[in-house]
């Protein structure tokens, strides 16, 4: 028996009546589709059960029964993209007429299992984005590379855009100690500026990842853009949202020690050494030996001594948010305060931010919005890494002796009757690891307001004018203090900065939206921007200090101040014409005029294009199961880019200092002179913008009902003309000199494949996975042999060839051509070889595999971060196994050892039968001599974020359940388990040069990463 | 908006600068440099003048440069103050002095004088180094000359700069010159004695240096006092003391790390040296002064370590001296160097410089002169050259890389004044004759540079 059922279908969201929704029988192939008033007709049999699919909505079945007329409205279904994506200068767009790959990540997806630097909550989420920390520090800094690193002249960090304003990203690295010792890179690891903004006030975060995603940003967007906007209120009720998490970090890998022999050379016991290779501790029982108290004892090895040294860290991250709105209004107010102490005492951070963003339409058409974010942040006792400073503090970890009892030391660093040091040994390398952090405090305290104001008006129905008017202004105050009686600074010293940044940044835009015919829509948006940003930084180092701990500038023998500024402005206009056919075919042609103030006056005009388009070829075709959605893209576009402030003419720069070895150079005015000096760069007046290039074309696949996703992009983008510091040898009389020359070459594919295997009312479980596989070539012109990113130590290079990627160089073992490791037979150790190319920097492929289970309330997540390829080089494992102290040095002590390796005898090359003299001598070539010798594969996989939640059930919560919107409970943590890796006592993730360098992989006396575990708990009323 | 973006210039920098400035940067760095742990800590130890105390608490500790374990610091930061702190200013120096109007001679002269000496340096320290096409912005990749070329480079710019002295102009670095406070007639007799010294490295080498050498000390002109000594004072200001102070300063409690050297204790205290005190000081229970051999441990009670007088806060770091000057022309006189064999005259010479560096290192007049006259006369002993080299080598004891030149030049390989042997805890081969090239600096940037590892105990072109 038929009969006739007619309805309505319309979206729950907004009642409006939805075309084309697929109607079918189940368990039939009787099926209709709605009409243009989303009405349908259809004949069923009875107690049919009609199905309702529609793209971008949840499928509904309902049960005919005796009703005639049925009708539905569906839910949208937001795990489809069929969404709107926040693109360049805050441009709201549909998913599906983007001509590039733009994917944006919730809120809530970055505080699964929240971070204080919001960059890490990137890692392993989004195809193509590679995050690294520079350190454990906390409140310490993170680099973002997006599709690879394309710049030959500095680091490749994307642009942060918050709201449509710009904002600061800087990591400054300043000495970190007075006097005149130029420092390594880093020092203490001060973070980096977008590690500031608070990760709960995050709406969405969308990575254009190309150039045509952020052509309309013009240069200072060349290697991406991650574009912020806020959380706003929203109408209705207003609602109050409580979220709290308590974690307990602890190091996530700790190095492997050996327990067997006691500090000395070469078997014999010796108290000024911090190693292990003494005698071996069971063989000298029957004796006693000083220990750094002075007291005679027996030796005994401590096998937890260095774990002891660390402590359990906790972070306590709180939050509060007040939202409301209706017809005309809407605010939300928050605050969170994140509190966190270290895994190595005395280490505290914490961070305040305020934000409210309001917005207020007046009339019809005027459109009001501020955004005002406050933070302060701030934290001491961060650790100094590096070189070049007694307080660099892990060699004065790892390096305490197998037979110092951490607890004795803990106890005795202070002699409480003189005041002094009690040293770990009476050598200038023996400072005792806890006075330098009861005493030697490093520390910052920042605050910074950011924020704008956008008005916009529209003139016309289809005619809309908008300025974006932004400001970004931080303070930050730094601090190193050195006590008297530290050795390597015995007199004190102490150190202060003062960094002032002030941004501001202008858009007017006009959009003009209409529709030339009923298919074919035109959008034109036409801009202007205005930059300008201010730098300036004081610094003062003070030496000598009279009275004990007091750290004031007239309690100092002498201080050297120094001060430096920058300032760089920059006008853009811009365009941007975009078609739409149908709803299913779309082009954008977007241009852009930059004029830099950076760059010579003839060129600092600079103009680039792009074309971008998408098709979504389904829209063609009959509506099947098999296939739902399918949309192919294309892009191509043109970025030009400027130059630091200041490279273009030869200037003297008045000189505060004249080094000498050991930190204890001249300081200015020398005999009462003044001096000044060249610069160590050759200036270039004739500079010229660089230029990218970038092809990409993809396609967006939904199968089966949209349980199986498949997103696949190919790119290509080449950086031409790269402004660049071409290192010189010294014996020019520079380091280096300044030019256009080179270009960077990076393709990739990128593949995000999301399946829903299980999906039931109950249980669904979700499964993303992002693979990107990036293949990174540098072109120098011919006479360039090689082009230097970064120098290191004792040869260790970061640096680039012709047809090659960036790598690590360095001393290798000299080899024979059958690749044997050559031995010198007159000591039985091996042969070293200058500068050789030891690997790549970069990662053959990464992989994100993410999974989130739901069943009823609970919610398990847990994200599977894989990188493959690329090497890295590790201090921390070198000065652990040239000292005796990592377990692996235990093998063949006091045997006769033989390398495995050959000997030249003559012109053949012979198997070595030369032993060494001992592995104390053989495992002194694990030194930083041998740059080799401590390069290891970079390969891991991690767990790198795991989240159990329970949302409790209004059923549950009663009638409590009248004011209280929303109850969560959960477990989460983060970085908890390194499944695999092949770097020894370190974690192989590191970046010690950090965000401001194009080099990566190198770890240098880093301070450890930590493994995080906690609970969380969010209230809404 | 062309206004609006015109704001390029750096406000923390100068377009123009009086040569002065960069003079004085120079200098500033190039003492620094031979008086800190780059260059004085790793040549003494290497050319063992000095000594570490081995496994003594307090000393310098093992393995160091004593046992040839020198850092790539110290290779690389040698080269970069030679090469670009201190040569790259002067040389920009000389080129704003010449292209000043009216031209600033004597500004250009004084620079070429120290040029000459940094380029001397350069090579005695490496070997082959970039010379005739280092230092010019239109070469990327400066080849490298032999250490020929170069020692004949530094004495061609002494030429250049003493034509080019001009005693006429006002125009020079007067208040900027910590050396000779501009008193040009001291600039030209250290610049004729530094060009001798260049010559009587070369000498060995190639004998047809002789006939110049001769030349030289019959013409006179040479420093001919104390008050023509080539030095710099430290102050006893913190941010300004001399490094080898500083460094037991801030590492030591202001214990010096450093021991006598036996080679330099023995020789002094069979003599009776008054400098003894003046450049040691002796544990209150030791009996006489005891240097140690290189490497080995350092008794507290019993050797001595080098004194805190000699490495004072304040002390100059010296560069040439009037008994240097003396001790080379003893040397000439002894040899007859292009002039006629005169021990009587090389006596006089000799003893004169004892007597000098004694009162230099702060001995009184009588009792330096007492002393030197009591020297026995060259004639009377069997080997004249090799106490001259020994006089002379003791007294550069404190100087690293001028000691260790001096060994290097008094004799072929194994004759050497004194016969040193391998230091303790050394590796098996050689003795230490040089640094090796750095590689960040130079060899990894630079594809004109030498392919092969040069090691650090090759010997190189003047070293026979």
């Known amino acids: 028996q038929q009969k006739k059922i007619t309805g309505t279908v319309t979206s729950k969201a907004d009642g409006t009546p939805l075309p084309a929704v697929t109607v079918t029988v189940k368990g039939s192939s009787l099926g209709t589709q709605t009409d243009g008033d989303g009405k349908f007709s259809i004949s069923v049999p009875e107690n049919a059960t009609l199905s309702f699919s529609y793209i971008g909505f949840k499928a509904k079945e309902v049960s005919v029964g005796a009703s005639q007329t049925i009708n539905v409205s569906l839910d949208a279904d937001e795990r489809l993209l069929n969404e709107v994506v926040v693109t360049a200068l805050g441009i709201q767009r549909d998913a599906k007429a983007l001509g590039y790959s733009a994917p944006q990540l919730k809120g809530e997806e970055l505080t699964k299992s929240r971070e204080a630097n919001v960059i890490n909550s990137l890692a392993g989420k989004v195809a193509g984005v590679r995050v690294s920390s520079q350190s454990g520090t906390l409140g310490g800094s993170s680099k973002i590379i997006i599709r690879g690193e394309s710049g030959l002249g500095g680091s490749s960090q994307p642009l942060f855009v918050i709201d449509g304003m710009p904002i600061d990203n800087g990591a ?108 071996k501790i069971s063989d000298v029982q029957d004796k006693t030996f000083p220990n750094f108290l002075a007291q005679d004892v027996h030796l005994k090895a401590y096998d937890n001594n260095i774990k002891d040294f660390f402590q359990t860290g906790k ?365 160590s760069v050759i200036p270039n007046f004739n500079l010229k913008p660089q230029n990218q290039i970038t092809t990409e074309i993809g396609a967006d696949l939904r199968f089966l009902n949209n349980r199986v996703k498949l997103d696949v992009t190919y790119y290509n983008s080449k950086t031409d003309d790269q402004i660049i510091a071409l290192t010189l040898p010294q014996s020019t009389g520079f380091t280096s000199k300044k030019m256009n020359a080179g270009s960077v070459t990076n393709k990739g594919f990128e593949v995000a494949l999301g399946l829903v295997p299980v999906k039931t009312n109950r249980f669904d479980w979700n499964f993303d996975l992002n693979f990107s596989q990036n293949k990174q070539t540098t072109q120098l012109p011919s006479e360039v042999t090689a082009y230097t990113l970064q120098s290191g130590w004792s040869g260790l290079i970061v640096k680039t060839r012709s047809n090659e990627s960036f790598g690590i160089f360095g001393s290798a073992w000299e080899r024979d051509p059958n690749g044997n490791i050559v031995i010198d037979p007159a000591t039985g150790l091996r042969k070293t070889k200058l500068d050789q190319r030891l690997g790549s920097i970069n990662p053959d492929w990464m992989l994100g595999i993410n999974n989130s289970i739901n069943f009823k309330s609970f919610n398990l997540s847990f994200l599977i971060d894989v990188r493959q390829g690329g090497v890295v080089y590790s201090n921390t494992a070198s000065s652990l196994r040239t000292s005796g102290l990592a377990k692996e040095t235990l093998a063949n002590r006091g045997n006769i050892f033989i390398d495995k390796g050959v000997v030249l005898q003559g012109t053949e090359y012979v198997p070595n039968t030369v032993p060494v003299q001992s592995m104390q001598d053989f495992w002194g070539q694990f030194s930083t001599t041998n740059t080799e010798a401590n390069i290891f594969d970079a390969s891991y996989v991690k767990l790198r974020e795991v989240k159990f939640s329970y949302k409790i059930p209004s059923s549950i919560l009663g009638k409590s359940a009248k004011f209280m919107k929303e109850l969560e409970i959960g477990v989460e943590g983060r970085n908890l388990w390194i499944i695999s890796d092949h770097v020894p006592h370190v974690d192989p993730e590191v970046n010690f040069f950090g965000p401001g360098s194009a080099a990566d992989g190198i770890e240098f006396n880093s301070a450890p990463s930590t493994r995080s575990f906690g609970f969380n708990l969010r209230v809404k009323i | 908006c062309e206004k609006f973006l015109d704001i390029n210039k750096n406000p923390n ?133 032999a250490q020929q070329t170069v020692l004949n480079g530094s004495i061609a710019l002494i030429d250049e700069a003493l034509a080019q002295f001009d005693d006429a102009s006002a125009l020079k670095i007067s208040d900027y010159d910590m050396f000779f406070k501009g008193d040009l007639a001291k600039w030209k007799r250290l610049a004729k004695s530094v060009k001798l010294r260049t ?120 560069i040439f001296t009037y008994q240097e000057e003396l001790f080379y022309e003893a040397e000439i006189y002894t040899r007859g160097l292009g002039v006629g064999a005169d021990l009587t005259k090389a006596s006089t010479l000799y003893k004169k410089a004892v007597e000098e560096s004694c009162k230099f290192n702060g001995v009184d007049g009588t009792t330096a002169s007492t002393f030197a006259n009591g020297l026995p006369n060259l004639s009377t002993v069997p080997a004249p050259m090799a106490l001259i080299n020994m006089h002379h080598w003791v007294d550069k004891m404190d100087r690293g890389l001028d000691a260790f030149t001096q060994w290097r030049r008094s004799g072929p390989e194994g004759q050497e004044i004194p016969n040193l042997s391998l230091p303790i805890g050394a590796p098996a081969g050689k003795l230490f004759r040089r640094y090796e090239y750095p590689t960040t600096n130079e060899i990894s940037s630079n594809p004109n540079a030498p392919k092969e590892l040069v090691k650090y105990n090759e010997k190189m072109w003047f070293d026979l």
């Open chain 1, 172 to 279: 400054q690295q300043i000495s970190t100690v007075a006097g005149a010792v130029p420092q390594g890179s880093a020092g203490a690891d001060f973070g980096n500026r977008v590690g500031d903004i608070n990760p709960e006030d995050i709406e969405t975060m969308t990575v254009l990842k190309g150039a045509a995603a952020t052509a309309l940003y013009g240069a200072r967007a060349k290697s991406g853009a991650i574009v912020i906007s806020t959380k706003k209120g929203v109408k209705g009720n207003a609602s109050v949202t409580f979220n709290s998490s308590v974690r307990m970090d602890d190091i996530l890998k700790m190095p492997e020690f050996q327990n067997e022999y006691a500090q000395g050379v070469q078997g014999t016991y010796n108290i000024a050494s911090t190693n292990g290779w003494g005698p």
């Open chain 1, 315 to 679: 972070t306590y991250i709180n939050s509060l948010a007040f939202s409301g709105g209706n017809e005309t209004g809407d605010y939300r107010f928050s605050y969170a305060n994140i509190s966190q102490t270290g895994i190595i005492p005395n280490q505290k951070y914490s961070k305040n931010n305020i934000t409210l963003n309001a917005g207020k339409t007046i009339g019809k058409d005027f459109n009001i919005r501020t955004i005002l974010n406050y933070a302060n942040s701030g934290g001491d006792g961060r650790p100094v890494q590096s070189s070049n400073n007694p307080n660099v503090i892990m060699p004065l970890i790892y390096g305490v002796p197998r037979t110092v009892d951490m607890e004795l030391l803990r106890n005795n660093s202070i002699n409480p009757e003189t005041g002094q040091q009690i040293t770990l040994t009476p050598a200038r390398n023996g400072n005792n690891p806890f006075w330098v952090i009861d005493n030697n405090n490093f520390s910052n305290d920042l605050n910074r307001f950011y924020g704008n104001a956008i008005l916009s008006y529209k003139i016309l129905n289809w005619l809309t004018v908008a300025n974006n008017l932004g400001l970004d202004y931080y303070n930050e105050f730094r601090q190193g203090n050195t006590r008297n009686g530290t050795i390597g600074a015995l007199t004190g010293n102490f150190f202060t900065a003062n960094i002032f940044n002030r941004s501001f940044n202008n858009d007017f835009i006009a959009t003009a939206d209409t529709k030339i015919t009923n298919d074919l829509s035109l959008k034109v948006i036409g801009g202007a921007n205005v930059f300008e940003n201010y730098y300036q930084r004081n610094q003062s180092d003070a030496q000598t200090l009279t009275v004990d701990q007091l750290y004031n500038f007239s309690n100092a023998a002498t201080v050297t101040t120094t001060n430096t500024s920058n300032k760089w402005r920059m006008v853009g206009l811009y365009g941007d014409i975009g078609l739409s056919y149908k709803d299913y075919l779309f082009l954008n042609v977007t241009g852009r005029n930059d004029w830099s103030s950076t760059l010579p006056a003839e060129n600092r005009s600079y103009f680039y294009p792009s074309v971008s388009s998408s098709f979504v070829f389904t829209e063609l075709m009959p509506s099947n199961k098999w296939l739902n959605y399918g949309k192919l893209r294309a892009s191509w576009a043109n970025v030009g880019s400027g130059t630091d402030p200041y490279q273009l003419a030869f200037v003297y720069g008045p000189q505060s200092t004249a080094f000498a070895q050991y930190g204890y150079g001249s300081q200015f005015p020398f005999n009462g002179l003044l001096a000044f000096s060249i610069p």
């Open chain 2, 13 to 145: 920098a100068a377009e123009n600068v009086d040569p002065k400035l960069l003079f004085s940067y120079a200098s500033t760095s190039y003492i620094n440099l031979r008086s800190s742990g780059d260059l004085y800590i790793p040549m003494a130890l290497g050319g063992q003048s000095i000594t570490t105390g081995g496994n003594n608490p307090t000393g310098w500790g093992i393995p160091s440069e004593e046992q040839y374990q020198f850092s790539t610091f110290s290779y690389g930061n040698t080269w970069r103050a030679y090469y670009t702190s201190v040569g790259a200013n002067l040389k920009q120096a000389i080129s704003l002095a010449e292209s000043a109007t009216p031209k600033n001679n004597n500004a250009a002269a004084q620079c070429k004088v120290l040029l000459a000496l940094v380029v001397y340096e350069a090579t005695t320290v490496y070997g082959d180094v970039p010379f005739t096409e280092a230092w010019n912005t239109g070469i990327s990749y400066p080849k490298f000359d």
């Open chain 2, 199 to 318: 010559l009587m490295t070369m000498v060995d080498k190639d004998p047809t240096k002789a006939t110049q050498i001769g030349q030289m000390v019959t013409e006179g002109g040479l420093v001919s006092s104390a008050a023509d000594n080539f030095k710099v004072g430290y102050q006893a200001v913190t941010g300004k003391k001399n490094p080898k102070f500083a460094i037991n300063e801030q590492y030591n409690g202001g214990r010096n790390f450093f021991f006598g050297s036996k080679y330099v204790v023995d020789f002094m205290r069979n003599l009776s040296d008054p400098r003894l005190p003046k450049f040691f000081t002796k544990p209150v229970e030791a009996t006489d002064y005891f240097g140690i051999e290189p490497g080995a441990d350092g008794d507290d009670k019993h050797d001595v370590r080098i004194s805190n007088t000699l490495q004072a806060a304040d002390a100059p770091e010296v």
